[in-house]
Every structure is written in structure tokens, then in C-alpha cells.
């Protein structure tokens, strides 16, 4: 079922995606309500599942590592649970999908030079149950948005 969205809780959606830190007081005071009505709407928007979480974004660079590496992974279908929980543990994978295409996995990691990057490939390639694997690593990010898609923004209320 797809969620339905009013005016102030896209106008809720679209601070809190610009600043996950703005207080209830700002959105309120541009929606022209309190603060603990705005307060509720988020709650509301929690308890339905809309926002999962607000959280900080971490500029992995200024840490010491390098742009994230992708890895497309496939494996044997029948390993593939097994494949997931040995990748789980590898303290450097941030984000693991299943995906449908010519490979089921999507591997994104944050590692400290090229050098871990070629031990971290040998260490995925290894995996029983990887059959094949590509490797990608980013250059330079071009757009990245944390905002809502435009039809959202759009919509007439």
C-alpha cells in the first residue's frame, strides 16, 4: 500500500532530508503550527514506516578512506545465504543489496587504500559460493541527493 503524503508532512520530509538536526521549532514555525503538533507528525510518520530513521551522513574521506568500491557479486544461488552472512561479518561493507540482473549481490565498501581494496576483492573472491565478480570503484561523486522525487514535491494539496 502506498503511503499518502499532506502538505505539512512533505514540508516535514523535505527539512529533515536537508537537515536531520532542524528542530521541531523551525519546521513549525514555517508550517505555521506548534511545535509539538510537528512533533506528532513525525511520530506519525515513524509509526508508519515513512521515516526509518534519522541519521548522521559521514564524510568517510576526512576518516581516511578511500571513494567507496561497488562490487557485483554472483553466486550459486543455493549458497547465497551463506555468501551474505560470511560478507556481513567483513568489517568494511557498509551496504549489501540482492539485486536482479546478471548479479544477484551489491556489495558497497569504505576502505583505507587501493592496496586493502586488491585484499578485500581476494578476500570476497574466495568466498565459497562466489562465481564471479566486478569491481568498481568511484572516482569522484556527481549527485548524491537526500531529497524526496519531484512528483512528491509536486503534488498539489
Given at each position: 500500500?502506498?503511503?499518502?503524503?499532506?502538505?505539512?508532512?512533505?514540508?516535514?520530509?523535505?527539512?529533515?532530508?536537508?537537515?536531520?538536526?532542524?528542530?521541531?521549532?523551525?519546521i513549525a514555525k514555517e508550517a505555521q503550527l506548534t511545535d509539538?503538533?510537528?512533533?506528532?507528525?513525525?511520530?506519525?510518520l515513524?509509526?508508519?514506516?515513512?521515516?526509518?530513521?534519522?541519521?548522521?551522513?559521514?564524510?568517510?574521506?576526512v576518516l581516511g578512506f578511500e571513494k567507496p568500491v561497488y562490487l557485483q557479486l554472483r553466486?550459486?544461488?543455493?549458497?547465497?545465504?551463506?555468501?551474505?552472512?560470511?560478507?556481513?561479518?567483513?568489517?568494511?561493507?557498509l551496504e549489501i543489496y540482492q539485486?536482479?540482473?546478471?548479479?544477484n549481490l551489491l556489495v558497497k565498501a569504505v576502505l583505507p587504500d587501493l592496496s586493502s581494496v586488491k585484499d578485500f576483492v581476494e578476500r570476497l573472491s574466495s568466498i565459497s559460493g562466489v562465481m564471479d565478480m566486478k569491481t568498481l570503484v568511484v572516482l569522484d561523486e556527481v549527485r548524491k541527493t537526500n531529497t524526496l522525487p519531484a512528483s512528491v514535491m509536486q503534488k498539489r494539496f
Amino acid at each position: 500500500m502506498i503511503a499518502s503524503l499532506d502538505r505539512i508532512e512533505v514540508l516535514i520530509l523535505k527539512k529533515l532530508l536537508e537537515d536531520g538536526r532542524t528542530s521541531y521549532k523551525a519546521i513549525a514555525k514555517e508550517a505555521q503550527l506548534t511545535d509539538v503538533a510537528i512533533r506528532k507528525r513525525v511520530d506519525s510518520l515513524k509509526r508508519r514506516g515513512i521515516i526509518k530513521a534519522i541519521r548522521a551522513e559521514v564524510n568517510y574521506g576526512v576518516l581516511g578512506f578511500e571513494k567507496p568500491v561497488y562490487l557485483q557479486l554472483r553466486t550459486e544461488l543455493a549458497q547465497t545465504k551463506d555468501v551474505l552472512k560470511r560478507i556481513e561479518s567483513f568489517e568494511h561493507v557498509l551496504e549489501i543489496y540482492q539485486v536482479l540482473g546478471e548479479y544477484n549481490l551489491l556489495v558497497k565498501a569504505v576502505l583505507p587504500d587501493l592496496s586493502s581494496v586488491k585484499d578485500f576483492v581476494e578476500r570476497l573472491s574466495s568466498i565459497s559460493g562466489v562465481m564471479d565478480m566486478k569491481t568498481l570503484v568511484v572516482l569522484d561523486e556527481v549527485r548524491k541527493t537526500n531529497t524526496l522525487p519531484a512528483s512528491v514535491m509536486q503534488k498539489r494539496f
